[in-house]
DNA sequence: CACAATACAATTTTTGTATTTTGTTACTTG
DNA sequence: CAAGTAACAAAATACAAAAATTGTATTGTG
């Protein structure tokens, strides 16, 4: 886990960043990249196997942070409610944020969660993984009703995914729309469900790859 | 709403829905649809303004349909909660259905929800009207607690779009999962809620252009 | 005069080609 | 041998010319 600035591999990421932020995701290549760094395109292959893996990379690092953005609400000490709702507010918020004062990056994030869906099942299943913790301890807690937590923990997902989906949360930015009331309704009547509890699976509860 | 198979406009569509069907949307053009019909392509114009007027009216007669199948369970005589899970389960099935049937035309209205938000919002517009006149007649019933319905019928849309829109079902069925086990369990979480009652918007509830 | 065909201008799409970019390999250098 | 460069083939991209499609205006016909 060694993130020194002076890692080849992370350098090259914050190099490419600084480009595409500048210049956009369609208009950096590799030879671009090299250059600012003062290097031969050819040294980055010596770090990355392609292009594409670059900018994976880049995307899965937007994944990370959100991940990490996640995780301090699942450790929290406070009502699994209160962090569930925290939780999804943020995330929400987070990419708006990202729409707004990154765009670039943005839409290489929406490129990549489109045509990769490998990479958003990972995300989803990571993401999934946290919202269960919360909802146990919220069980635990005596908070929640009984529930079969997997599928409850994927039912959640499922139900924000509208407004954490970079695609839709563009669509709605762009038609001037806050979702955030929305958000506040759909938490209020997921929380109503699992306060009543017996949450059950209609069936075994698959992975998902949206989000 | 004369609907004669001999009204121009109408017999235009199915032609057009045909050659769709057959050769995809995008090796469709205005003169393969006349030439099918034995007419010189100026004849079209008499009847649509433009190509996408005839596409954008293909995609308006599919909404049309969903919004018919749904208008079925608020009108039948059932538990509001019944009705509510069997509309969103039939209209989920619906776009399972059309993509394994008719993936051509699956693929144009994919496109156009993509480039046509205005007529993506009067769809979800039409739709949260009819989960609206269900909720109300759930709460009239005694089945669901006091709720702000406008709100409320705007978060089971939302909730339930990653189910019944076009990009996420079809995401879903290239992964090779099935969503059914995953909508009941968001059906359950939601109808806990509905029961649960006391929904409210975080503020005005306002109209968004997903699904 | 209603309706359809033809002729035509304006776009858009397609095709073929030149250029750039990607990715590999063989070769330097400290 | 770790890190990089230079040279090169393969693939992708950009571009210009040709072809088609779209949409309109004019003309023809029952």
Chains 1, 2 share one sequence.
């Not at 807690?141 to 997997?150: A, I, K, N, S, V």
């Amino acid at each position: 886990m060694e993130s020194h600035a002076s890692d080849p591999r992370d350098r090259i990421l914050e190099t490419a960043r600084d480009l595409i932020r500048r210049f956009g995701g369609a208009k950096t290549n590799v030879v671009d990249i090299a250059q600012a760094m003062g290097l031969s395109h050819s040294a980055i292959y010596r770090h990355f196997r392609s292009k594409a893996e670059i900018f994976d990379a880049l995307a899965a690092a937007t994944m990370a942070e959100e991940a990490a953005l996640a995780d301090a609400f699942v450790k929290a000490d406070a009502p699994a409610a209160e962090r569930l709702a925290a939780l999804v507010l943020t995330l929400h918020r987070s990419k708006r944020a990202k729409l707004a004062d990154d765009p670039e990056m943005h839409a290489l994030y929406r490129r990549i969660v489109e045509e990769r869906p490998d990479l958003i099942a990972d995300y989803a299943r990571r993401m999934t993984g946290l919202l269960r913790l919360i909802l146990a301890d919220g069980v635990a807690r005596g908070e929640f009703g009984t529930m079969d937590l997997d599928a409850a923990a994927g039912a959640v997902r499922d139900a924000f995914t509208v407004f954490i989906h970079p695609a839709h949360v563009e669509a709605a930015a762009k038609a001037g729309l806050d979702q955030e009331a929305g958000l506040q309704t759909v938490m209020g009547l997921v929380l109503g469900g699992l306060v009543a509890g017996s949450i059950q699976g209609g069936a075994v509860q698959e992975e998902r790859p949206d989000e």
